[in-house]
């Protein structure tokens, strides 16, 4: 048992989540559809689930559901866990004020992107009740006590999706922490680019990042991200960058499907000139790097290294192509995964009438591959 727990998120960390509930960190996941209290905050702080994942703080092993903390922290990057572990807290008190907290109050979306799940897609979720049978996800079906939160010391709220650009409670929300002194990080996969939006995203003056969700360029994220038109994407891309500059960055997820295909899109993707942060998958694990076989991993590391000597244009972007470079060193090949993908390919393909032998000839070899 440890003197001191592993985390404070359970002290001083919230995520809310129409769709999944209440935990203490948003990056917390216990099997596929992760490990929440499902039901209201109001009843959330006073619950058994609570009080037990303060006593698990002090166990050892932490790695079933801390994974994506302890990659970073394996890679030498800051986490979430370091982030709250830098806070003071008063362990023997209930009434520690939140610090960081992650609101989705609905899963409303218009993407179906391939790596995203039901609880995070309204549309991804209509898709797996019609081809897999599945049951409607889990909703908290009344929010209204996230009003209630004090966040006097809160220091970064995130808000998430779906897609928060097309969810009027969103806007509800932004009218309702708009006067309050904290860092406000929206998530958005660019599509809506309407000046409604962007007034609603402006009241958030300095103390707002953006954080546009894009996977690739051109038919590799349109693929990806089933309902995104790269085209309108870009010019959208161009439009946030001029309104908001240096307050946007990129978050990529880094999948078997656009880390297999690098070398197409990203020129493009870099001239965009936006700071980009990378992702691996880690849920759905069919989608995880590991799926791919080495040859083409490595075959994208020498790309990527010769593009540094001959192409890069600055610090950052060579920044960014290290940083990929270090995910395909460090998710190699796992046959169990490349069998998940090949199922999975199948089975989307099916649903969606696609093909993604028609993306890449890459594809194709890796599907057949024993």
């Not at 809506?192 to 894009?214: G, M, Q």
Request: proline share 2%.
């Amino acid at each position: 048992m440890r003197t001191k727990p592993y985390c404070n998120a359970p002290w001083i960390g919230l995520s809310y989540e129409s769709s999944v509930g209440c935990k203490p960190c948003c990056e917390y996941i216990r099997g596929e559809s992760g490990s929440a209290f499902r039901g209201r905050y109001t009843d959330y702080i006073k619950s058994d689930y609570l009080k037990d994942f303060k006593k698990m703080m002090y166990e050892d092993d932490m790695s079933e559901g801390c994974k994506i903390c302890i990659d970073n922290e394996r890679n030498n990057d800051d986490s979430t866990r370091l982030q709250m572990l830098r806070h003071k807290v008063n362990y023997k008190s209930n009434d520690n004020k939140l610090v960081k907290f992650d609101f989705r109050p609905g899963n409303k979306c218009n993407l179906m992107c391939r790596m995203c799940h039901s609880e995070a897609s309204s549309m991804r979720e209509e898709e797996e009740i019609k081809f897999n049978n599945a049951k409607p996800v889990f909703r908290v079906e009344d929010m209204s006590d996230a009003y209630d939160i004090d966040l006097s010391k809160c220091e970064e709220l995130m808000i998430l999706g779906g897609e928060p650009s097309i969810d009027l409670e969103v806007r509800k929300w932004i009218d309702h922490i708009k006067d309050f002194n904290t860092h406000v990080i929206i998530t958005t996969n660019g599509t809506n680019a309407s000046d409604k939006w962007f007034e609603s995203l402006k009241k958030l003056k300095s103390r707002l990042s953006i954080w546009l969700s894009i996977d690739a360029t051109g038919d590799i994220n349109d693929f990806q991200r089933k309902g995104s038109d790269w085209k309108q994407l870009k010019s959208n891309i161009i439009k946030y960058k001029k309104e908001f500059g240096n307050k946007i960055s990129i978050q990529l997820t880094a999948s078997a499907i656009n880390f297999t295909t690098l070398d197409v899109w990203w020129n493009e993707f870099m001239k965009l000139d936006i700071p980009t942060y990378y992702h691996a998958v880690i849920y759905p694990k069919e989608y995880s790097l590991k799926a791919i076989p080495d040859k083409y991993k490595d075959a994208q590391i020498q790309w990527l290294e010769d593009w540094i000597s001959k192409e890069s244009k600055n610090d950052r972007q060579k920044t960014e192509a290290k940083g990929a470079i270090e995910l395909l060193k460090t998710n190699r090949y796992d046959k169990k995964y490349n069998e998940s993908f090949k199922r999975e390919v199948k089975k989307m393909d099916g649903w969606r009438n696609e093909n993604i032998n028609d993306l890449d000839y890459r594809f194709e070899e890796i599907l057949n591959a024993n």
